[in-house]
């Protein structure tokens, strides 16, 4: 046997847990090891993350992104509504003198 030291709150989140389903600590920890260590079962990375957040701050009327940080917010407008389109032509422009 080995001792492991966790914080409080996992311990009892885990102890509440080997409660509720009426089992040991080990045998809910064991369970936990085997689910996590299957390949198939591991999260796989979200590489477009930048597009789900500007995605979800679009998409968000609750005004909950002002809040955390509003100058972002008002900055991210600022540049939207003025370089946007500006930046997009430049774009477009440069792609089409490389073609």
């Known amino acids: 046997m080995t001792e492991l030291r966790i914080d409080d709150d996992i311990a009892e989140r885990v102890q509440a847990l ?3 389903e009426q089992r040991s600590i080990n045998a809910v920890l064991r369970e936990m090891l085997t689910l996590y ?7 796989t990375p979200n590489h477009n993350w930048l597009q789900v957040m500007a995605r979800m701050a679009a998409e968000d009327e609750s005004g ?3 809040n955390f940080s509003p100058d972002l917010a008002a900055n991210s407008r600022d540049i939207l509504r003025e370089n946007f389109a500006a ?13």
């Open 18 to 20: 080997a409660e509720q």
């Open 87 to 99: 930046d997009l032509r430049k774009r477009m422009t440069d792609d089409a003198d490389t073609r």
């Open 37 to 43: 260590t299957r390949p198939e079962s591991r999260p």
């Open 64 to 66: 909950v992104w002002d």
